[in-house]
């Protein structure tokens, strides 16, 4: 009987050998234990309070995407081009720190990268002059510590986090997208993305605003006396407001049709378009000014660049339909929102902009180095609400940086774009493959459009723009080692 047993227990042994290890649970055992796992798991949450059961399937799908990202540096950038994108909506459902899970996200790959750089010793995916720039802006912001003139230390370390881990995000990039697919992939994720949130602002339009979202506009009346304009909801996608939305329709929409004049199969040329028109769609529906200057402006540089006949007739074809658009009498509160941005009904604004502007110049020509990071808006308000700059109204990427960092990091963070467009321009021309030469056309507009952009508005630093804007840098610098006529002139 004993030896009949150990026949037994030694076939069992042998049986499970071959169902786990060799057909790795590929089989009906692993099925059931599968189904019987699912259904024991979803008993135990149903039994859990609600916020406990969504920590334990946020960690059960959390833990494994960060782990993979830790590994992966190329997985890692697209995850967080997705969660910059979706981090404004998950905010309307939840006050979960996602934000802060973002930062945490952005360490572990710039560890990372460090972890491989130690291993490889080897820098030259990020040999650039937009490196060195960008290096030296990290730089001057650590620096910004010492400033004899801020007002906390506290709101530098607030602020310094979000700068220095998304200035360091070029680097990943720069080092995971080390092939051509790769950067073809991850545009290909920039502009999915932005589709999507141009059809979701479209379902905001005309199907309607969630409950969520409607609850989280009732809770702050400035908030819903923004979106709330000319007997109207503005559409704000997935996004914290309108402005930020219509942005990043405003250069993604020129992206997305600038491509589609690229060497690319029609199907895919047709559904650039198509993507193009809903973006700018959403960008006329979400109602902020600074886009509609975008998409001329966009136009003018995309004539100066290409410079060929075809271009300019169609742009003078444009800017003639566009000057009747403006002329032309509404009673649509959409299309005047589009009218007034050319025709000077913002010109209150924009008064109200110089003078504070004109206000602020002094105490910027008087404090070379600023008044430190974090000394205005949200975090001024909150660690030094006592300064007259905590109120001050910058309505500026540019005007803060110069009260904030002073002349001398204004100077800095100009000639970093300046580099950026430059850098973009020299590929361009010198490049000969149809597809990166259209993809350099694409991203030096993009460049040239947010630093337009970010004289009215803080354009570079929103989310989801500031990941995609340093991504793109890092494209910038990456894209040309693909290109084989290029690597000649190099070699020559």
Not at 317 to 344: C, D, E
Not at 378 to 401: C, I, N, Q
Request: glycine residues 6%; proline residues 3%; contains cysteine.
């Amino acid at each position: 009987m004993a030896f009949q047993n150990t026949i037994q227990i030694a076939g069992l042994k042998d049986w499970l050998v071959r169902q786990v290890i060799h057909q790795k649970l590929n089989n009906p055992l692993g099925y059931g234990m599968a189904i019987f796992g699912a259904v024991g798991l979803s008993w135990v949450l149903s039994m859990l309070p609600l916020k406990v059961a969504m920590l334990i399937v946020g960690g059960m799908v959390g833990i494994p995407v960060v782990v993979a990202c830790f590994a992966n540096l190329f997985l890692g950038i697209n995850v967080m081009l997705v969660a910059g994108f979706f981090l404004g909506l998950a905010a309307k459902y939840t006050n979960a720190p996602i934000g802060t899970a973002l930062d945490g996200l952005m360490v572990l790959m710039l560890v990372g990268l460090l972890v491989r750089l130690i291993k490889e010793k080897d820098f030259s995916f990020a040999k650039s002059p937009i490196s060195i720039f960008i290096l030296a802006w990290i730089y001057y912001n650590l620096l910004e510590v010492l400033n004899p003139w801020a007002g906390s230390k506290l709101a530098w370390v607030y602020t310094v986090r979000t700068v220095a881990l998304l200035l360091a995000i070029y680097f990943v990039a720069a080092y995971a997208l080390d092939s051509k697919r790769r950067i073809f992939t991850t545009v290909k994720v920039i502009l999915g993305l932005a589709f999507f949130s141009a059809l979701y602002s479209l379902k905001q339009e005309f199907i309607g605003f969630s409950n969520a979202e409607i609850t989280w506009l009732h809770a702050d009346e400035e908030r819903f006396m923004l979106i709330f304009q000319w007997d109207r909801m503005r559409v704000f996608s997935l996004f914290s407001d309108p402005t930020t939305f219509g942005i990043l329709m405003g250069y993604m929409s020129v992206f997305c049709l600038l491509l589609a004049s690229g060497p690319f199969k029609i199907w895919k040329r047709i559904a650039l378009v198509i993507s193009g028109i809903s973006m700018l769609m959403g960008m006329a529906y979400a109602g902020s000014r600074t886009p509609f200057v975008m998409l001329p402006m966009g136009i003018v540089f995309f004539m100066v660049l290409t410079f060929k006949r075809e271009t300019i007739l169609a742009c003078i074809v444009f800017f003639m339909l566009g000057t009747v658009m403006v002329l032309k009498s509404t009673n649509s509160a959409v299309i005047w929102r589009i009218q007034s941005a050319f025709r000077g009904e913002s010109s209150d604004t924009i008064e109200v902009r110089m003078k504070n502007q004109e206000r602020v110049q002094p105490y910027i020509h008087s404090h070379p180095v600023g008044a430190g990071l974090g000394s205005t808006g949200y975090w001024g308000k909150r660690f030094t609400p006592d300064s007259w700059l905590a109120s001050f109204a910058h309505d500026s990427l540019y005007v803060r940086l110069a009260v904030e960092t002073g002349w001398i990091g204004l100077i800095l963070y100009m000639s970093l774009l300046f580099v950026a467009m430059k850098t973009s321009i020299y590929y361009y021309f010198r490049v000969k493959d149809p597809t990166i030469k259209t993809m350099y056309l694409g991203f030096t507009i993009t460049v040239f459009l947010l630093a337009l952009a970010s004289y009215p508005q803080e354009a570079i630093t929103l989310l989801p723009t500031s990941i995609v804007f340093y991504v793109m840098l890092a494209m910038i610098v990456r894209l040309k080692d693909f290109d084989p006529n290029f690597q000649k002139i190099q070699a020559l």
